[in-house]
């Protein structure tokens, strides 16, 4: 018998793999070291930074988004540099972290959770500042970001300093430009928007970024990197099976990706529209497509709206950080059509008729 509900995730990461990253990781096992594989990188490769549109390099890193984060902070910054990091949610939390590891001196700017970054919020930091570490889709919230405005206004004042963003949920989700929005570098996990297992970071950076790389580390080490992945090679052994996973993606997808970004930013729309038609109130001051953010109403808890989710075969997320507790999210950013849009906001208000029955 067909089950009731074939399961799916609802999540901003993992999602509903693509087809063709199924299809790629059945084939047999390539080597690292052969033409076939080095044909392989190369064309993700390509793929990826027409992707990120920039004429500069995206190296793959065998890691979650964080490996990528990690890597452009360690390799772009001296430690004792200043860096200027605007913080209201978990991630933009952990460039916060991540820099503060890494030697940086942290210049923070606090803003409350769902909140997204103004230019006045920028413009009452006092210089001078080596960096600008943002986040584009603020996944904790579903908040988005306005990183090219946030670009602009920092440079007018810091000409000389990097501006790096968190584009882990936004690129594929909604429009990115690297050089094209005045920005440096850039991170993004293979879980997320391009549909693949996690496993594979993808870090991009201008040509600009790749003048100013300021090596250190072993493993994650961009220098070492950068000398081989042009070839076709990594310089440790790379999760070869994602990477052939990322070239079939692309293959389907950037010839369609901006039907794919509005087909992604409908199915948000639609979600939004149910959950106030309920009258629950949105998390983020501007919403990105990857997430859609609701605060729990008074009397209901994350474990009844997960578990009410979870009775039909899907799987939802609730809050991190100060927002644990105190909304649920959902994402469409995963394999998806409008279908899945119509039947998960219906999903969300018979959720809702039952938890208020
Ligand atoms: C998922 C995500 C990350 C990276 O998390 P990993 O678990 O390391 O892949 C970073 N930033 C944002 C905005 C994310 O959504």
């Avoid at 500042?129 to 670009?151: C, P």
């Avoid at 570098?185 to 003048?211: D, N, T, V």
Wanted: hydrophobic share 45%.
């Amino acid at each position: 018998m067909e089950p009731m509900y074939r399961p799916r995730l609802l999540t901003p990461g993992p999602v509903e793999l693509h087809p063709k990253a199924l299809e790629a990781l059945s084939r047999p096992q390539l080597h690292h070291r052969s033409d076939a594989a080095k044909q392989v990188f190369l064309q993700a490769k390509a793929g990826l930074e027409a992707a990120f549109q920039t004429q500069g390099q995206v190296l793959m890193l065998t890691g979650s988004g964080t490996a990528a984060m990690d890597a452009l902070v360690q390799n772009l910054f001296a430690p004792g540099e200043r860096v200027l990091v605007p913080v209201h949610g978990n991630f933009s939390e952990r460039w916060a972290k991540i820099a503060k590891e890494a030697g940086l001196e942290v210049e923070r700017i606090d803003l409350p959770w769902g909140q997204v970054v103004r230019p006045e919020h920028l413009g009452s930091a006092t210089g001078p500042f080596a960096g600008l570490l943002l986040t584009h889709s603020e996944s904790s919230t579903g908040a988005l970001n306005d990183v090219r405005t946030l670009a602009q206004a920092f440079k007018a004042r810091f000409p000389e300093a990097l501006v790096v963003v968190d584009a882990i949920t936004s690129l594929f989700v909604s429009a990115f430009a690297l050089e094209g929005w005045g920005l440096d570098a850039a991170a993004c996990g293979s879980q997320k928007g391009i549909m693949c297992p996690p496993g594979l970071a993808y870090a991009a950076l201008s040509p600009r970024a790749l003048e100013r790389l300021k090596p250190r580390g072993f493993y994650l080490n961009l220098a070492s990197e950068l000398k081989v992945q042009s070839t076709g090679e990594s310089a440790w052994t790379p999760a070869i099976n994602l990477v052939a996973a990322t070239a079939a993606v692309l293959e389907d997808l950037l010839p369609r990706l901006p039907e794919h970004i509005a087909l992604k930013q409908h199915q948000n729309d639609l979600l939004y529209a149910a959950g106030q038609g309920l009258g629950l109130q949105v998390v983020p001051e501007a919403r990105s497509p990857a997430t859609t953010c609701f605060y729990l109403p008074e009397g209901v808890s994350y474990g009844q709206v997960k578990n009410a989710f979870a009775a039909r075969g899907a799987t939802i997320i609730g809050g991190q950080g100060q927002l644990k507790g105190k909304v649920f999210r959902l994402s469409l950013m995963g394999y998806s059509d409008l279908y899945d849009a119509y039947a998960v906001a219906q999903m969300l208000r018979d959720v809702w008729a039952e938890l208020s029955a």
